[in-house]
Each structure stands twice: as structure tokens, then as C-alpha cells.
């Protein structure tokens, strides 16, 4: 098979031969990241935050990132400052000091937050939706559609939490995230479903074919079924969806600048994967239009703390929060 005409994690079979590579690229991803943090000879920007805390600004690229402060409740905080302001500190202190306790000052607003059963799984397992926001652009993200890739879902979690928290993110937003949306699989620790279905195949894609391992029909799972219909009630402007280890950002129809754009905010690079049958982005991306992101974490993600993947990953999640498709006015 040529790996390049294969999506997602579905050629971690054919690629097990390369896994020693993945680890050992691994290494040097960590190492790359170190130098990253000291200023080694690289030329991208991305570093990994310090703290769990990512900026709530969204022009990056103008801003200073402060370190990380202690708020009285001992929760840190990270401060982003215009540059111009932050490029003579000693000079402008006493503006700086305002800036910052201005910052510090959280603005408390109410986000609506709903979180649902939107289906069960095979094995009777509720699959739970979670609303945050109520914007008219609305942005789709789902973690664990294969049972033993859920290094996601902490992601998500900490997503959630953190735009709760950062309130500003979500102007004109509707965030919706499905964290498990494979429940059986995960509690197997299994790709599959309960039934033995690859669920990421399982969508009414032009390229979908019918097996047992891809469902005998279309939407032939419930959990499959829970996500088409969260689809149709939602109407994602963009979906991104979290696998692992390909350790990239893969994209399916238009998404060529969101991918870009969270590649920038993450170590992963954009990769072109190609389409798979009835996979999500076959369905969403390709059949419907819909800008799709399958965001592959690397190999040993499911071994880092959450607090590990929010830093080095978290970021290029709220980029897509805040991306808007070039499509939509
Ligand atoms: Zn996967």
C-alpha cells in the first residue's frame, strides 16, 4: 500500500515497521523543543508554552509572552502585552503595571455551557456532547473515534476549560466538543468498536465501501450515527478531529489554511494524508465541504501528562477556536 494515499491512523499496520522511527523522531522532537525553548537554530516560532496557561490574544504574532505569574489562588496566569509596549520594560513600567493589572482583572461574563447524551454505543455508553458558546460560527471537535488513540480527550477537556475560562474566545463561537465519541473502544482499549467496526469508515462518504470491518452500511454504528447527527443539528463551519501517532496535521476539503495555521501553534507539520473510505474527513471534508482537520498527536501522547500535551498542543486548538473559514464573511 502507498502510505501516502492512506488517512489517519489506519496505516499504523502497514507503518508498524516504522514505529523505532516515530519513537526516535520523537526524541529529536523533544530535543527540537528544547532547543526551541532556548533559542537553539531553528526557524520556527512555535515553542511549547511554560505553564498550562496559553494566550487568550489573538494576534500572536504581535505580542510578548510574559512569564507565567501566580494569581493569589495560586492558579498561573499568562500575560500577553502589545510588543511595542513590552520592548523597553524599564522604560515603561509603570504603563506596563497598568497593563498587567488591567489583564489580571479576568472579565467575568456567563459562556453557555451544555453538555448531553447524544447517542449511546453499542455496549450502552452514553455518548456525550458538550455546547460552549452560542455564536453563529460553529466549530466541531472530537477525540477517541479510535478506542486506543484518547490522548485526545484530556485536550478537549482542557479546551473546554479553558475557553470557560477565557470567555473572550468565544465571541461570535459555538464550540462543540465530543471528547469520547468511542466509548467502547476506549474501554477496551481497543480501535474499534464493540461490533468490531472501524468507525472512521463508517460515514456515507462517496468513497465508503461497505465490510465488516467498515460496517456493513453507512451509519450502520451508533456512534457513527451520534456524530452524523451532531453534524446535521450543528452545521460546523470547521471539525477538527484528534487521532494519534502520525504526528501531523492532516486536512480534508478546504482546510488547507486552518491546517496551516495550527501547525504554526503546534510541533506537528501539515501532511496530506489522502482521503480513506467513509472515513470523517471523507464524509465532512470531502462529500459536504465542511473544512476538516484530522489533528495526529504523536506515538507516545497516550503516555504524556495532560498538562504535557496542553503545552505543546493546546494552543494550535484555540487558533482553530478562533479561525475563521476564508468562506465565511
Ligand atoms: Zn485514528
Not at 115 to 120: E, M, N
Not at 137 to 164: F, S
Not at 219 to 244: C, F, K, M
Request: proline share 7%.
Amino acid at each position: 500500500m502507498n502510505s501516502r494515499e492512506s488517512a489517519d491512523c489506519q496505516i499504523v499496520e502497514s507503518r508498524r515497521g516504522s514505529a523505532a522511527l516515530l519513537a526516535a523522531s520523537l526524541s529529536l522532537a523533544a530535543v527540537a523543543a528544547f532547543l526551541f525553548t532556548m533559542g537553539g537554530p531553528t526557524t520556527r516560532s512555535w515553542r511549547p508554552l511554560q505553564k498550562d496557561g496559553l494566550s487568550s490574544t489573538r494576534n500572536l504574532e504581535s505580542t510578548t509572552q510574559l512569564k507565567p505569574n501566580a494569581d493569589a489562588s495560586g492558579n498561573s496566569t499568562t500575560l500577553q502585552v502589545p510588543m511595542g509596549d513590552a520592548t523597553d520594560l524599564s522604560a515603561t513600567d509603570s504603563k506596563l503595571t497598568a497593563h498587567i493589572a488591567e489583564k489580571a482583572e479576568p472579565v467575568v461574563r456567563n459562556v453557555s455551557s451544555l453538555k448531553t447524551p447524544v447517542g449511546h454505543s453499542v455496549e450502552e455508553r452514553p455518548i456525550v456532547c458538550r455546547r460552549i458558546g452560542d455564536g453563529e460560527y460553529v466549530v466541531l471537535m472530537m477525540a477517541a473515534i479510535h478506542g486506543n488513540e484518547a490522548a485526545g480527550t484530556p485536550l478537549l477537556n482542557n479546551l473546554a476549560e479553558h475557553v470557560v475560562a477565557n470567555s473572550e474566545l468565544l465571541d461570535g463561537v459555538t464550540l462543540v466538543l465530543m471528547p469520547v465519541v468511542n466509548p467502547d473502544g476506549v474501554e477496551s482499549g481497543k480501535r474499534y468498536n464493540a461490533r468490531g467496526v472501524d468507525l472512521n469508515r463508517n460515514f456515507p462518504a462517496e468513497n465508503r465501501q461497505n465490510s465488516s470491518r467498515y460496517g456493513l452500511n453507512a451509519l450502520s454504528e451508533p456512534e457513527a450515527l451520534a456524530i452524523y447527527q451532531v453534524i446535521n443539528d450543528t452545521l460546523p463551519n470547521h471539525i477538527v478531529t484528534l487521532h494519534e501517532p502520525l504526528q501531523c496535521v492532516d486536512y480534508d476539503g478546504p482546510a488547507k489554511d486552518l491546517a496551516t495555521v495550527m501547525s504554526e501553534h503546534c510541533p506537528l507539520p501539515v501532511e496530506k494524508l489522502g482521503s480513506r473510505p467513509g472515513s470523517l474527513g471523507s464524509y465532512a471534508g470531502v462529500t459536504l465541504g465542511i473544512p476538516t482537520i484530522t489533528f495526529e498527536l504523536p506515538p507516545n501522547a497516550a503516555t504524556q501528562s495532560p498538562g504535557f500535551l496542553w503545552r505543546f498542543y493546546g494552543e494550535a486548538l484555540v487558533q482553530a477556536v478562533l479561525h475563521r473559514h476564508s468562506a465565511i464573511k
